[in-house]
């Protein structure tokens, strides 16, 4: 049961290419994000991903999904402690 609140919770943010199919980015790699006037995403390796949403709901997205990590961390430490 836990393990899988932690899978639901740590996906990572779901975005949507120009062809309509959504796919997941790791937000953790992200240098920059443009309006050209599709979202152009910058990875810190230099890889570029163009998605549908705007940077303002890409930044959401990754606010969103960073929050969920954080709540979740007193959730896992206390079931750190019990084992």
Known sequence: ???????????????????????????????SIESTPDSVITLRDGKKHIALETPEEIVKKIIDYKRRIFDTLPLINKNKLED
């Open 1 to 31: 049961m836990l393990r899988d609140y932690i899978r639901d919770v740590f996906v990572l943010i779901k975005l949507t290419r120009l062809n309509g199919k959504e796919y997941y980015l790791n937000s953790e790699l992200i240098e």
